[in-house]
């Protein structure tokens, strides 16, 4: 299996800049784990669309996969409350 590039939106990256420290460190890994399997145990489809999402904790880990190009999309991350929401 080929290995995913995994592009990570600007607003993503804000979020996850503004996690605590003390999860920050495997919320990365299990970004990074992404280019290995895009479609982990525990993975999700979420209704209605056609986004991904994982759990690390209390966090949820929102992502889009592209098959034909190899690439994962990081959409959002945030606390499991607020998440969700528009």
């Given at each position: 299996m080929a290995n995913y590039?995994?592009?990570?939106?600007?607003s993503a990256s804000k979020e996850i800049k503004k996690l605590p420290k003390k999860?920050?460190?495997r919320i990365v890994d299990k970004i990074q784990a992404l280019?290995?399997?895009p479609r982990?145990?525990?993975c999700?489809?979420?209704s209605g669309d056609d986004k991904f999402r994982i759990r690390q904790g209390n966090y949820r880990i929102i992502y889009l996969i592209e098959d034909d190009r190899l690439i994962v999309i990081v959409i959002k991350v945030g606390h499991r409350?607020?998440?969700y929401n528009k």
């Open positions: 590039k995994i592009l990570i939106k600007a999860d920050l460190q280019s290995l399997d982990p145990a525990g999700e489809k979420l409350r607020d998440v």
